[in-house]
């Protein structure tokens, strides 16, 4: 039912800090530029940073995920390790690196098949929730497969148009946390019928057009489904 990420939005206190650990540090290109917010062009998906002066507000302490391209990963570690006290983790024969942006945000760059060079795409969002089984079904009905469950703690992965992990509230890996008043884009190629499938479960509907839809889920998190 969808079909990709559109956009990840995040809250900066300060838009020029935002800039110069975006553009500067991890190389990525200012897309768009407004009084209020910047877009950074991450592969095909937008990295919106947004001053918290309106709704949606964009994410907080949100962990996520860029793709980098194998080949890169030591060359990343070598840039970025005198600067930052960077966290490492192995998934299978794959390696990720964490390290936090100017507003506390969980960075993870992480080896992925892509073309690349430099940062091609973002492949994983944390969300924090209140009740995991009900995030859980919401994001079920539009699509999402269950992938994994946590152990200890909980959790649960799945995947769609990229991964998302639903976390109820606790520290994760690199002391991580899920992310509250994210927003969230999504491609498709119906929206109103996105929201059919999940209009007995959303917070609100807050706005409806031909060309996109916008949702509180049930945590609050802003979803749009916006057409390709």
Known sequence: ???????????????ESA????????????RERGDRELAFAAGDTDLVVRRPDGLPRGGLHTHYAFSIPDAEYDEWW???????????????????LYLYDP?????????QD???PGIDGIFEV?????????????YEELGFEPVDEGRGRKRVRLQGPTALELWEPQLGIADARGGVHVDLGFETADPAAALAAVDDRIRSLERETDEA???RDP??????????
């Open 213 to 215: 839809v916008v949702v």
């Open 78 to 96: 070598s840039r970025l390790g005198d600067d930052y006290d960077l966290e490492e983790a192995q998934f299978g024969p794959t390696r990720s």
């Open 219 to 228: 945590d609050g998190h802003f979803v749009t489904f916006v057409s390709t």
């Open 126 to 138: 944390v969300l924090e929730v209140a009740d995991l089984e009900r995030s859980r079904a919401f």
């Open 19 to 30: 800039r110069e650990f975006y553009a500067e540090r991890l190389g990525l290109t200012v």
């Open 1 to 15: 039912m969808l079909t990709g990420l559109a956009w990840l939005a995040l809250e900066a206190k300060s838009l």
């Open 103 to 111: 507003d506390g945000n969980c960075v993870e760059l992480g080896q």
């Open 114 to 116: 892509v073309a690349g």
